[in-house]
């Protein structure tokens, strides 16, 4: 079965900490996909990242960084120098052959940057 | 290019009530998907498509009808409205199988409440 478990319901920070979000998925395909989505509070999702399982190269995009590690499952995303606009829900997500044209997402994990 | 359009963005229903909640993308996206998130249970699929006229149920699809009669367009039809069925609902369209890593563009979202 696939499974993405983000266990942080909610992190509180206050700005300029570092924030690190934990994701862990579950999959049997040899080839899936891992995305992360951020939520802001007007609701959309905005989309952050996709990495495949063939490219565990670290990445860094500004203040945004993950690290993806497929021996412990995980493609944690963490944020430097945290801000007040980056309060919102960030959702990790699994596609792969398993689940067909569906993105398996994690419960969320909503963080709170306060100034 | 407009994206990935949704109409309503708010909608109350009384309990029985019957409505349909559009979506259409200017992508000419083969893949379209609808998802329902509601709080601490993160996205998941209710029906999706993988062209005109083809159409599949997600792992939520009870209560809910869909068809797909152009490449645009996949509407989703509650057949009577339950108070379980409150939630917020996002539209999304992909240009190929998600099991090929491509980008979900979600919609705004419609926000459903039934009382």
């Known amino acids: 079965a696939q499974k993405v478990t983000q266990a942080q319901t909610e992190i509180s920070v206050v700005e300029k900490e570092d924030v690190t979000l934990d994701c862990v998925y579950e999959?049997?395909?040899?080839?899936?996909?891992l995305f992360w989505y951020k939520q802001p509070p007007s609701g959309e999702l905005v989309f952050l990242i996709r990495?495949?399982?063939?490219?565990?190269q670290n990445e860094i995009s500004g203040r945004y960084s993950w690290n993806f590690q497929k021996s412990t499952s995980s493609f944690n995303f963490t944020i430097t120098a945290s801000q007040v606009v980056d309060s919102a829900v960030y959702f990790c997500?699994?596609?792969?052959?398993?689940?067909?044209?569906?993105?398996?997402f994690g419960k969320g994990t909503t963080l709170s940057v306060s100034s | 290019n407009a994206g990935v359009t949704q109409t309503p963005k708010f909608q109350v229903l009384k309990t029985g009530q019957s409505m349909t909640l559009q979506c259409a993308q200017d992508?000419?996206?083969?893949?379209m998907s609808w998802y329902r998130q509601d709080p601490g249970m993160g996205l998941r699929l209710i029906h999706y498509?993988?062209?005109?006229?083809?159409?599949d149920q997600g792992e939520v699809p009870n209560g809910y009808n869909v068809s797909r009669s152009t490449t645009e367009d996949f509407p989703l039809r509650l057949l009577s409205a339950a108070p379980s069925q409150t939630s917020v609902y996002f539209c999304?369209?992909?240009?190929?199988?998600?099991?090929?890593?491509?980008?979900?563009?979600f919609g705004p979202g419609t926000r459903l409440t039934v009382t």
């Open positions: 990495r495949n399982s063939f490219d565990e």
């Open positions: 997500a699994l596609g792969g052959w398993q689940a067909g044209t569906a993105l398996i």
């Open positions: 992508m000419n996206h083969e893949y």
């Open positions: 999959t049997r395909d040899t080839t899936y996909y």
């Open positions: 498509s993988v062209g005109a006229g083809i159409t």
């Open positions: 999304a369209s992909s240009e190929g199988r998600l099991a090929g890593g491509y980008e979900q563009y």
